[in-house]
């Protein structure tokens, strides 16, 4: 896959801005022009004259540098390279560009840019959990800006958690994926979050998916360039960066609305559709009469979302469907592969947390064979998931290719 042909990399305060020496290195090993702005923070760790040796380029550190700016003034360095990556983007940084400061040449070309900015996040795990940080990071991913997650693991302070900087090599993994174009001129379906199927005006049975899984799928189907339609259900997520977002709040609404998004090319099944809703929907609120009155319920099959994709005589190429299962994981979704006739199944074992948690490991399964991805960010499932969609797509254009 493809890397943008120049970057312009922004090195922020935190002890892990020696990795990205390495990852210029990277970068500029892979033909990659990389320049280089260095934060006040970001200088006590490394040096400009260290950066400038890998850059190959000069590297800015002040906003009002008048030879600088008689150079490149700030506007035209923050436009100069095809992306913005902040690596690694400090708490400091993250709180700043979520609330629109410019107080030095870093931030300041952060808002003056009018390309795509990523950033990879490293700090402590506490900063990192912290409900500031979370609401800064939810506030710039409604902005556009991509995230690369952090990794659990030690700390520089001593201590264990979430926070640590993306490894140099999976940056340059997110940056491949990120707009690459391998799936441009492919058109995905992707459906994610629970439903609710209405009791009466108030109630609804529904289920504890949160939408992350299905939500970083489509986004990363989006920067892999394909043409995305999400189908959700009830979420409290933003909509990813450029893909199209239509709500679906219960069964019959979500096939309905996949129906009349085909053809495509990708049909992703990830939400929790629901198995059956009530027999009837009462127009108004259901009363008890006193307090010791029973409730029974009569409850009629949905119908299914991907079972139903997968006979469609639009049938997309590729159908790939998730199972939610709680024993005999293996067991159970081979047999469901077959049965709803995707053509991949990934399978999750959500007896222990899934729904609603960040990280996920799943099995998948097609007809070549099982794999597991071990434990590990939604988001990264789904870059997996991606990169393995584009392998496919890249395999039948060489097989097809032959045999013309
Ligand atoms: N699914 C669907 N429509 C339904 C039910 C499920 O599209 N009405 C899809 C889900 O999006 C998922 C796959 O089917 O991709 C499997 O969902 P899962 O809940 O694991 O299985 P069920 O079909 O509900 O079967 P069971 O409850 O017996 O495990």
Redesign the pocket.
């Known amino acids: 896959m493809a890397l943008p042909r120049s970057v312009l990399l922004i090195i922020t305060g935190s002890v892990a801005a020696y990795k990205s020496l390495e990852l210029i290195r990277l970068l500029k090993a892979r033909g990659v022009a990389v320049t280089s702005i260095l934060s006040k923070g970001g200088a006590k760790f490394i040096t400009p004259l260290a950066v400038s040796s890998l850059t190959g380029t000069k590297t800015y550190d002040d906003l009002f540098s008048l030879t600088d700016e008689v150079e490149m003034g700030h506007i035209e360095l923050s436009r100069v390279a095809d992306v913005i990556l902040v690596a690694p983007a400090s708490a400091n940084i993250i709180a700043k560009m979520a609330g629109g400061i410019a107080d030095d040449l870093a931030t300041t070309a952060l808002l003056a840019t009018n390309k795509p900015v990523i950033i990879a996040p490293a700090m402590n795990h506490k900063m990192w959990h912290h409900a500031a940080t979370q609401r800064n990071l939810a506030q710039l991913k409604k902005d556009g800006v991509r995230v690369i997650e952090p990794t659990e693991g030690d700390m520089a302070c001593g201590e264990f958690g979430m926070g640590r900087l993306a490894e140099p090599a999976d940056i340059i993994k997110a940056l491949e994926q990120f707009r690459s174009g391998a799936l441009s001129g492919k058109r995905a379906i992707v459906?994610s979050g629970p439903?609710q199927e209405a009791i009466d005006p108030v109630r609804y049975i529904g289920n504890r998916s949160s939408g992350k899984q299905g939500h970083a799928i489509a986004e990363a189907l989006a920067n892999a360039g394909a043409d995305v339609t999400l189908i959700h259900g009830p979420v409290l997520l933003p909509t990813p960066h450029g893909v199209t977002a239509i709500e679906a709040h219960h069964?019959d609404a979500?096939?309905a609305a996949v129906e009349a998004a085909l053809p495509a090319d990708i049909f992703?099944?990830?939400?929790?559709?629901?198995?059956w809703r009530p027999a009837t929907t009462a127009s108004q609120k259901l009363k008890k009469q006193n307090m010791l009155d029973t409730l029974t319920l009569e409850f009629v099959?949905?119908?299914?979302?991907?079972?139903?994709?997968a006979q469609h005589k639009n049938r997309p190429t590729l159908v790939?469907?998730?199972?939610?299962?709680t024993d005999q994981v293996a067991v159970?979704?081979r047999a469901?592969r077959l049965?709803?006739q995707?053509d991949w199944?990934?399978?999750?074992d959500v007896s222990t947390a899934v729904f609603g948690a960040d990280d996920n490991e799943v099995l998948v399964i097609s007809a070549e064979g099982e794999e597991t991805w071990k434990r590990q960010s939604k988001a990264d499932i789904a870059a997996k998931l991606v990169e393995k969609i584009v392998h496919h797509f890249s395999a039948t254009k060489l097989v097809k290719g032959k045999s013309a």
């Open positions: 459906t439903t069964a979500m096939l992703v099944g990830a939400a929790a559709v629901a198995d099959p949905t119908l299914d979302v991907l079972g139903s994709v790939i469907g998730f199972a939610a299962e159970n979704a469901k049965r709803k995707c199944l990934l399978a999750n």
